[in-house]
């Protein structure tokens, strides 16, 4: 009977918090079309938006915690909140995982699918906030490169959608790659778990798990792109060498980690 008690409230605070967060977002995204009018200056306004984001999020993690529906891990935080300019790249097994790197990381900017321009729930926060569209590569390495200079801490999911799980990722794509090749800034590895899986490509928000989900996530040691690639190799060879390096390394941290699995 308890059992059945815990598995319904946390059915029914988790229904509540994603509603809650849609619509905030939705709030958020009306509320920054008269702010882009009242307040003319992009990157202020930019830094504003940046910093109303972290600490909501940061907000939403701590009563997500709080109410029992989730519980966070964190190894090599301050990594994250050190604030120097780096591409931080993450496996991504499931939806809450922008919102807990976006907690952690206090300025941060995503790069993130085309389709989320057009989500009438976000539409207004990627823009206000200046996050970076994936739809034109040549674009989104220039302007990447530009906010790694503002001092910006730039989040890629490489494989581009959730993760598939069964101990596998997708193929990294290699935007990440020209960009820290580009910029000359470092690549910071996430891993990232979440068990029992929630929110996963296909879990919907009402399949909620027999307890509350454990997310962990584990800040690597930096890595310069230009340690993986050899010197005077065109940069397209570059790119691949240093995204095939970065999954296989991602990959293999993962099982020495214990969050994948090795076949029997």
């Known amino acids: ?4 008690l815990d598995y319904g409230w946390r059915l029914i605070a988790t229904g509540v918090s994603l509603s809650f967060f849609m619509l905030c977002g939705s709030v958020f995204s009306l509320a920054l079309i008269a702010l882009g009018a009242l307040w003319p ?6 830094r504003a938006v940046t910093f109303v984001i972290h600490h909501f999020f940061r907000m939403l993690v701590a009563v997500l915690q709080r109410i029992g ?5 964190v190894e090599g935080a301050a990594r994250l909140r050190a604030g120097s300019p780096s591409i931080v790249i993450a496996n991504h097994p ?26 009438p729930c976000f539409w207004g926060i990627v823009r206000g906030a200046g996050y970076l569209s994936n739809a034109d590569p040549v674009e989104l390495v220039e302007s990447s490169a530009r906010r790694l200079a503002a001092g910006y801490t730039l989040i ?27 910029s000359c800034s470092p690549i910071q590895p996430v891993l990232i778990d979440c068990d ?8 919907r928000w009402y399949h909620v798990p027999p307890r509350a989900f ?9 890595i310069a792109a230009d340690c993986l690639s050899a010197d005077r190799m065109p940069q397209s060879l570059a790119a691949r060498s240093v995204a095939q390096a970065m999954q296989a390394h991602i990959t293999q941290r993962l099982f020495q980690h214990g969050y994948f699995k090795a076949a029997n």
């Open 156 to 182: 890629v999911f490489p494989e581009g959608t959730r993760s598939p799980g069964a101990g596998r990722l997708h193929a990294f794509s290699r935007g990440f790659a020209y960009i820290a090749l580009q």
């Open 196 to 203: 029992p899986p929630v929110l996963t490509k296909t879990l």
């Open 94 to 119: 499931t939806y809450l995982d922008v919102m807990v790197l976006l907690s952690l990381t206090p300025k941060a900017c995503c790069v993130v699918k085309h389709s989320h321009w057009r989500n």
């Open 1 to 4: 009977m308890i059992a059945r």
């Open 214 to 222: 454990r997310m962990r996530i584990d800040v690597l040691e930096p």
């Open 69 to 73: 529906v989730m519980k966070l891990e």
């Open 41 to 46: 200056h992009t990157r202020s306004r930019q």
